[in-house]
């Protein structure tokens, strides 16, 4: 255990030591700040408008159903939410295994009483933390939508399941890609293709059969991503994000069998 | 841990073979690493002295063959191998954004060490590489010779029973070549040391019996002064001639 702890503590040093962290936080944040305000500007201009035709103020029965703080605002922050992280998260994930390859310390890592099993689950760990921060830091504006469109509680937690799963399905993804190069490069131009292949299968109804594309349809991340901005948490969708995390930290362990007998 | 079942070889390697797709990078070698000696690995770059260690520490598999490393197999028990080893890398292959003392402290962290053990180490090292007037400093701020001596103190961190060095002077100024050199030599008798490296000086200043490969075969073995001293030691380099 404790030289798992001396890795954690080593990869949160790694990681708040370079600027790629920092920046990433603040272009996530930044990005569904101008987002949410851009969106919540074209709401407020819409009731302006029905409230100045028909002159009767902001009485909800002057306002048609389709114009809402919840259609207009929040799902589209939640889009765009969802969109800024696949491109964001690639790059705090493309040096987690790759720099440690293209400096060689891996082959210090390997040699002292870590297991591989222990490297992966450190650098994993640590990734998730920060993607978890990262989104705490972006979450203020969707909660605020939901909070000024009388949702709740429950249904806000739901939402940041949502996103704190997607975000770690993206991670995880980004990860693997990280764990077979040691250019950090590749690691992000294949992170960012892998999670936009996985991002959204609809398009294959058009080229497929559609039992292929349906199949195709359940392993895609947004749809289960869809479902928590419901506010509906379905183990189903829990147990998705799961087995990406454990099929992407069992790919990155057979990294370093890989490299052992590697020609 | 016993070196071996009688404590007298810290490595033994039998009909070790190494290949890369169809390119055989060592060629069923024979070798005995006496225990608690600095043993020299020679031979000119691309000769698979580094291939060698990376089979010695487990993180490569063999193609054939038998290796022994401290009584146990690299290539079954990884784990019991790499916990009784250190290894200092060809080049200073560090944290470049870590200070010196807290990259000691996580070298120790990663070895199983802690608490009041841990200090007394991480102290023991600084001292003993000398590195007390830049413990706070950044790694990446360091010369190259003081990585180098960064690097040595992490190996030795946990008293490891063999100690591997590759190329340790490798991209040194003559003078951070002669400090690294005494620091080495200060370690003889302690450890079992395998220094690899191409340097002949290097290995007749420290080392106590020598083997040399070429091609990946293992062309000459034996005392330093008696393999080094016969004649013209590059034509091992250079030459055919087979004197294992």
């Known amino acids: ?263 | 841990m016993a070196a071996d079942a009688s404590g007298n070889t810290a490595i033994r390697a039998r009909a070790l073979t190494r290949r890369f797709g169809r390119r055989v990078v060592l060629d069923r070698l024979d070798l005995d690493v006496p225990a608690r000696t600095t043993y020299g690995l020679l031979g000119e770059n691309g000769a698979g002295k580094t291939t060698f260690i990376r089979l010695v520490t487990g993180f490569l598999l063999p193609s054939a063959g038998d290796l022994e490393v401290l009584g146990v197999s690299p290539a079954a028990q990884p784990g019991t191998v790499q916990r009784n080893i250190g290894f200092v890398m060809e080049t200073s292959r560090l944290y470049p954004e870590l200070r010196v003392q807290a990259f000691l402290r996580f070298c120790g962290g990663i070895r199983n060490m802690g608490g009041e053990a841990l200090d007394a180490a991480v102290e023991s090292a600084i001292e003993r590489f000398q590195l007390g007037s830049v413990r706070n400093r950044l790694v990446e701020n360091l010369s190259k010779g003081y990585q180098q001596r960064v690097s040595l103190a992490q190996a030795f961190l946990h008293d490891p029973a063999l100690v591997i060095v590759d190329e340790p002077t490798s991209g040194l100024d003559p003078v951070q070549q002669r400090d690294v050199r005494d620091v080495l030599a200060s370690l003889r008798g302690d450890h079992t040391v395998l220094l690899c490296t191409h340097d002949l000086h290097e290995a007749e200043a420290l080392t106590t019996r020598v083997a040399v490969l070429r091609s990946g075969r293992l062309i000459a073995e034996g005392p330093t002064a008696e393999v080094l001293g016969a004649g013209d030691a590059l034509a091992l380099f250079r030459s055919g001639e087979n004197r294992a």
């Open chain 1, 1 to 263: 255990m404790r030289p798992l702890l001396a890795l954690v503590r080593k990869e949160f040093a790694s990681l708040f030591g370079a600027p790629t962290a920092y920046l990433t936080l603040t272009m996530v944040a930044l990005v569904t700040a101008i987002i949410f305000f851009e969106r919540l500007k074209v709401y407020n201009q819409i009731l302006i408008v029905y409230a100045t035709n028909t002159m009767g103020g902001f009485d909800t029965d002057t306002i048609p159903d389709h114009v809402n703080l919840w259609d207009t605002v929040f799902f589209p922050v939640m889009e765009a939410l969802g969109v800024t992280l696949l491109a964001a998260i690639p790059i705090v994930t493309m040096r987690v295994f790759a720099e440690e390859r293209a400096r060689g310390t891996d082959e210090l890592l390997v040699t002292t009483h870590l297991s591989p099993w222990q490297i992966v689950l450190a650098k994993f760990l640590v990734t998730y933390a920060f993607v978890a921060l990262i989104l705490a830091a972006s979450f203020v504006y969707p909660a605020a939508a939901i909070e000024q469109g009388g949702l709740g509680i429950v249904h806000l937690a739901a939402v940041f399941t949502g996103l704190l799963l997607l975000g770690l399905g993206i991670a995880s993804l980004g990860l693997v890609c990280s764990a077979f190069t040691s250019s950090q490069l590749v690691a992000a131009v294949s992170g960012w293709a892998a999670a936009f292949v996985f991002w959204d299968f609809g398009w294959s109804y058009s080229f497929l059969n559609e039992s292929t594309a349906s199949v195709l349809d359940r392993i895609a991340l947004h749809p289960r991503f869809g479902a928590f901005s419901e506010g509906i948490v379905a183990v189903e969708n829990v147990a998705y994000f799961g087995a990406i995390a454990l099929v992407s930290m069992a790919l990155a362990r057979f990294s370093f069998d890989l490299r052992r007998v590697g020609n």
